[in-house]
């Protein structure tokens, strides 16, 4: 079945520099690439997906790159801010599956 | 609220009682999940809905848990004869329409003393 690989789990950045967070994936039939964000003791929030017949979407501060020859996605933040702070999971959805396949998460922390 | 919303929000149990977890999906949206999160972990799939068939369950759903959504609406999760290990969030997202793009509930924390 498909696994999620994320990277790292723990990210510290400087308010204003920037975040990537890095997914692999090992199912190549897997089609749907959403990243949600959960603060502490709330529900997983969607903030930008990707489908894999694109190669990168982008959302303001936020951005996704997805590189369907190697398998993995990438979460690119700009210009951080205290409220970026949160828990970060990737994701990968099956071509015949609904289910979402989630990584571990990373820890983000925006230091002002 | 229109969107997922769970109940209870939290549930303390004591080893071997039953426990039933209710959701209400989005009310468009014709497939619903549940997951299971467990501290500094990502939300692991336990099975699946459309409408009211439940069309995929995962190997982490022991004998001792039970999904239903008999009207294709609301569904419930019942565990029994809770075990320590059983202790987590039980997450239900609900999905629909051409994006079928997955929204969450909050969750029911579950712990078992």
């Known amino acids: 079945g498909e696994n999620v690989e994320q990277h790292p789990s723990t990210l510290s950045v400087q308010e204003g520099d920037s975040a990537v967070i890095k997914c692999t994936y090992s199912?190549?039939?897997?089609?749907?690439f959403p990243w949600y964000k959960q603060e502490l003791g709330k529900r997983p929030q969607l903030i930008i997906d990707i489908r894999s017949n694109v190669g990168e979407k982008k959302d303001q501060r936020i951005a996704v790159t997805l590189n369907k020859t190697a398998k993995h996605f990438s979460l690119h933040i700009t210009e951080t801010q205290p409220e970026d702070s949160a828990v970060y999971f990737c994701a990968a959805q099956g071509q015949y599956g609904n289910k979402l396949v989630f990584g571990a998460g990373t820890i983000l922390r925006v230091k002002s | 609220d229109t969107g997922v919303s769970q109940d209870p929000r939290h549930k303390i149990t004591k080893r071997g009682q039953n426990v039933t977890f209710r959701c209400d999906p989005i009310?468009?949206?014709?497939?619903l999940y549940w997951y299971r999160q467990t501290l500094g972990q990502g939300p692991e799939f336990l099975t699946y809905?459309?409408?009211?068939?439940?069309?995929?369950k995962s190997r982490l759903l022991s004998d001792r848990f039970s999904a239903e959504r008999p009207k294709g609406s609301f569904s419930t999760l019942e565990i029994q004869r809770t075990e320590q290990g059983d202790s987590a969030m039980y997450l239900c997202?609900?999905?629909?329409?051409?994006?079928?793009?997955?929204?969450f509930g909050a969750g029911t924390r579950l712990s078992v003393l």
């Open positions: 199912d190549s039939a897997s089609n749907y």
């Open positions: 997202a609900s999905s629909g329409g051409q994006e079928d793009i997955q929204y």
């Open positions: 009310s468009e949206h014709n497939r």
């Open positions: 809905f459309q409408n009211e068939a439940q069309l995929e």
